[in-house]
């Protein structure tokens, strides 16, 4: 039996735990927040259930109906104009032209999968958007995989610029504690990844991407995927307090909304995450959560 089976149950508890302290740190700024003339924020929580014969529903032949489910918690509030913090666990089997995509499934289709996923869109230009996940996959192998990234809406100026080395930095001294290499590997996987080809041109300021982390540790790859979660909890409500107060103007919303486009072309196009939503089943709302609420496009 893989060592990944006997940490299921561990990250699933963790993926939800950390879901709950994140919605709690943004209602906080929530209540911080006194420039608005409407409510705070909270958070509205949608449970979900895989549905029967999902394979098929994802567009696949020959998956069967597995199981599981998930929560997705939605904000809408006076700072974040919208965040989403998903969790979910869902198994089954794959259908067999994904299952031979996917690490150890060729010859056994079944598999296992929780996570967390995090997007946030802010309301003030001058707070960068932020995405956050983690998760623990397992099918004849296991793997943890996961990474944080930060998307300001002007990525060439001073501010976003000094914001972004907080961010790095935080993740950079989660990394060392494992291994000296995690970050220059996993920021350069970041860069690679949240690449808009058509564009020719980054999605943000990066930060750590990983996949297929299998060190021969499991547990201490389960600890590197609680730290990297830790880490932002860490930065990411201090980098919104720093900026949430900063005054914009209407030209400054306007390409804030303009650069949103740019996600939405990401993770409709090119996101493994929504991919692999779709094929195995996933709640389309909650696969569909990192959109943002208003975009434009040139």
């Not at 409407?38 to 109906?65: H, I, K, L, M, Y």
């Not at 997007?119 to 983690?134: C, L």
């Not at 991407?209 to 409500?237: N, Q, W």
Request: hydrophobic share 40%; aromatic share 12%; with cysteine.
């Amino acid at each position: 039996m893989l060592p990944h089976h006997a940490l299921q149950e561990p990250a699933r508890a963790w993926f939800e735990a950390l879901r709950t302290r994140i919605c709690a740190a943004f209602e906080a700024i929530e209540d911080e927040d006194d420039s608005a003339d409407a409510p705070p924020g909270r958070f509205q929580a949608t449970s979900w259930r895989r549905p029967q014969e999902s394979g098929a529903r994802a567009g696949d032949d020959g998956g069967d109906d597995g199981g599981g489910g998930g929560e997705m918690r939605v904000m809408r509030g006076r700072v974040f104009e919208k965040v989403g913090v998903n969790v979910s666990t869902v198994w089954g089997e794959f259908s067999p032209d994904f299952a031979a995509q996917i690490p150890g499934a060729a010859e056994d289709r079944r598999f296992w999968a929780s996570g967390i996923s995090l997007v946030a869109h802010m309301r003030n230009p001058h707070v960068p958007a932020v995405h956050m996940n983690t998760r623990l996959i397992v099918t004849t192998e296991g793997w943890f995989a996961g990474g944080a990234d930060i998307t300001p809406a002007a990525p060439e100026s001073a501010a976003a610029k000094a914001d972004a080395a907080l961010f790095h930095d935080r993740l950079r001294a989660a990394c060392d504690t494992f291994d000296p290499d995690y970050y220059p590997r996993f920021k350069d996987w970041c860069d690679r990844y949240f690449y808009l080809p058509h564009r020719g041109e980054r999605r943000g300021l990066g930060g750590i991407f990983y996949d297929h982390l299998r060190s021969g540790d499991a547990a201490r790859d389960f600890a590197f995927t609680r730290a990297v979660g830790e880490a932002f909890l860490d930065i990411y409500p201090a980098i919104v307090r720093r900026r949430m107060r900063t005054r914009w103007t209407d030209t400054e919303r306007e390409h804030l909304l303009i650069r949103r486009g740019r996600y939405v072309e990401f993770n409709l196009l090119h996101d493994r995450g929504t991919l692999f939503g779709l094929k195995t089943g996933g709640n389309i709302e909650a696969i569909l959560m990192s959109l943002p609420p208003e975009v434009r496009w040139p």
